[in-house]
Antibody, heavy 128, light 105 residues
């Protein structure tokens, strides 16, 4: 069974940083593209970032994509040896406040695949 | 840039009703469209991919169809468990629709 455990959310001041993690199990993590999707309180879904799969079990990295709203501030990465996905968020703004979901894509590439598994979400609140 | 327009934003219906939700793309997206269901406080759940391919385990009362750049999610007979918010996603450009909340009439 696919499991994605999101963690790392919390309260942070504007301009601060936070790193989200997603521990994956139940599938060949290195094979699949992964991503992050966020949802602001009472709002819809917004895709944030994605990273391709296809690297070996000991590899890290991959082709990365970012929404314009986070480009230059957020960095997605993966450690295939630890089956873990990360999202480093810097220069945080009030509008980044949201629940962040880890997402498993249905294939190797980003874009071009749909999300077939989701984490439970972790709340990031940016406020002074 | 591709735009996705989902309608309606809210839909009031009763158990047993046939429900239709639409997503319209601003250009051809080759059926690269998925539908998700989300309940309050929960992560979304995949229902349909490639416009009409039902995900394993999803009840057959859910169906998806495409006509050009217009995509439809249909619930043939609404069940109590189906009251939720539904999103389309054009997954070649990451874009989600605005969502449709299906509420009890």
């Amino acid at each position: 069974e696919v499991q994605l455990l999101d963690s790392g959310g919390g309260l942070v001041q504007p301009g601060g940083s936070l790193r989200l993690s997603c521990a994956a199990s139940g599938f060949s993590f290195s094979t699949y593209a992964m991503g992050w999707v966020r949802q602001s309180p009472g709002r819809g879904l917004e895709w944030v970032s994605g990273i391709s799969g296809g690297g070996g079990a000991s590899a890290s990295g991959g082709t990365t994509y970012y929404a314009d709203s986070v480009k230059g501030r957020f960095t997605i990465s993966r450690d295939n040896s630890k089956n873990t996905l990360y999202l480093q968020m810097n220069s945080l703004r009030a509008e980044d406040t949201a629940v962040y979901y880890c997402a498993k894509e249905s294939g190797v590439t980003v874009p071009g695949n749909y999300i077939n598994s989701w984490g439970q979400g972790t709340l990031v609140t940016v406020s002074s | 840039d591709i735009q996705m327009t989902q309608s309606p934003s809210t839909l009031s219906a009763s158990v047993g009703d046939r429900v239709t939700i639409t997503c319209r793309a601003s250009q051809n997206i080759d059926n690269w469209l998925a539908w998700y269901q989300q309940k309050p406080g929960k992560a979304p759940k995949l229902l349909i991919s490639k416009a009409s391919r039902l995900e394993s385990g999803v009840p057959s009362r859910f169906s998806g169809s495409a006509s050009g750049t217009e995509f439809t999610l249909t619930i043939s007979s609404l069940q109590p468990d189906d009251f939720a918010t539904y999103y389309c996603q054009q997954y070649n450009s990451f874009l989600f629709g605005q969502g449709t909340k299906v509420e009890m009439k």
